[in-house]
């Protein structure tokens, strides 16, 4: 056959894998083994020197396989795949997304170090961060989403911790208001602030832009997480996390999960396989989907504000940044109701089709109040500045109809405001 650069959506299928390994079965097994047994004392002895970088691995050599928590074919094969969609070296993937992130900033952070992050935050990563990091004395810096460069750059001189920043860490679309960060600006900081024996590391939480629209390694970052709970599984029945980068930091991201021992168990990479398969047709649905709602929402009269990478002008700042970065608007539309909680509860328990819960990017359309929800834990006077109010909701747009989401959406918006005029009426 001629050589041919294959997307990786026609790649998800069979890449990595070998029937003949497996009595010719199409699809790979699931590998329910704790351990692999060695053809040779010698054969086993190769393998541990691999594994414990002993000695250089020679040239066309592979790790063998030697006990799940350190490989197995179905965590090998996922991680080989997850690779092509992002061009990384390496991958590796964890049994949920906190795990990713966690692993990633004990193993490049130590007491008095500088870590500068972008707000809004995920809840569970901005917890980890006041709560474990600033206890065990690294120093940190958090960016408002109206803050330039040149403050951030002002903020980390006033620091007085300049030569300590270790890492930078954005999320960008942020969770829950679709704010975008310049990754590309951010990845020129970083190179500012590294010095010869200290590179600062610049990494990105994709999760809102999955593996498909947005690739912060071309941008100039050196690892990429995910929760792969969310687009990567995207049937919302696994929680799983990843993080994607260059091989030699990839090495030391490996090592830690080999003795925190949190890699992803055989059955929940199988079923990553399995969801790898339709990612592409699923997210682009859903971005199709999303588009559309977010369009409708826009002209709804009940709305105040809508929230999506979709509907940016060309006039506006984070216009170009999209543009730049991004290859889609995503598939997460949130806006303000007019009013406050109670109408946004109004709308939320109204809802019939879409479905009440937290989470994202399955294949299920979800709607959630951020503020006394997944970002409950925000500090209340951060929580006002980022725009989390009580009137903002955030919807997860799954591959249904959009024309029956749009229904449930416009009857759902129907009942709000109904039962406040119902009472002023009667008063
Ligand atoms: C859900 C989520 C996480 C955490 O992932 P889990 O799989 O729930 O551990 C991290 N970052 C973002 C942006 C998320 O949406």
Known sequence: MKKHDFNPESLMMSYGYKPELSEGA???????TSTFVFKTAEEGKAFFELAYGLREKSPKEELG???????????????????LWDKADDCAVFESGMSAISTVLLEFLKPGDLLVYSNPLYGGTDHFIHHFLNKIGVHTIGVMPNQSIDQVIQMIKDSGKAEQLAMIYLETPANPTNDIVDIEKYSQLAKRFSTEDRKTLLAVDNTYMGPLWQHPLQCGADLILYSATKYIGGHSDLIAGAVLGKADLMLRVKTLR?????????HTAWLMLRSLETLKVRMDQQTMNAQVIAEYLEKHPKVENVYYLGLLKEDEEAYDIYKKQCSA??????????GGEKEAFTFLNSLGLMKLAVSLGGTESLAQHPKTMTHAGVDDEQRQQMKITDQLVRLSIGVESSKD??????????KVGVCSKLEMEIS
């Open 65 to 83: 396989l030697i006990y799940s928590r350190i490989n197995n074919p179905n965590l090998e094969i996922l991680e080989n795949r997850l690779c």
């Open 329 to 338: 608007p995503g598939a997460m539309v949130s806006f303000d109701i007019k």
């Open 26 to 32: 199409i699809k790979c097994p699931i590998f329910q």
């Open 405 to 414: 989401l749009i229904w449930d959406i416009e009857q759902a918006l129907n």
């Open 258 to 266: 080999t003795f925190l021992g949190n890699m992803v168990s055989p």
